[in-house]
């Protein structure tokens, strides 16, 4: 069975930082674009930031400069470093992958989700 394990999460106080880590488990043939998204209490799921095999990443405007991604190809894990962050990165945090099950199959998991919280 295929899973993502996430970890990493927890309470920040604003201007401080954390990583966030996401492994791929289970028998796979390859990952493609990982990322991470985030949900906050109210609202939709939104994208943070994504990376190829290559490591081409893509970043939402309001994570610019701030958030870092990256992945290891080998542990088939990808990591967030965030840093300044703000109140309102306060939500669940879900990692996302792209995953070859067998040559002719391909499918999108999602992580458990991990909450971070910036707060006083």
């Known amino acids: 069975q295929v899973q993502l394990v996430e970890s990493g999460g927890g309470l920040v106080q604003p201007g401080g930082s954390l990583r966030l880590s996401c492994a791929v488990s289970?028998?796979?043939?390859?990952?493609?674009?990982m990322g991470w998204y985030r949900q906050a209490p109210g609202k939709q799921r939104e994208l943070v930031a994504s990376i190829t095999v290559g490591g081409s990443t893509n970043y939402a405007d309001f994570v610019k400069g701030r958030y870092a991604i990256s992945r290891d190809n080998v542990k088939n894990t990808v990591y967030l470093q965030m840093n300044s962050l703000k109140p309102e990165d306060t939500a669940v945090y879900y990692c996302?992958?792209?995953?070859?099950?067998?040559?002719?199959?391909?499918?999108?998991?999602w992580g458990q989700g991990t909450q971070v919280t910036v707060s006083t």
């Open positions: 996302n992958a792209v995953i070859r099950i067998t040559p002719g199959y391909t499918q999108t998991y």
């Open positions: 289970g028998s796979i043939l390859s990952v493609y674009i």
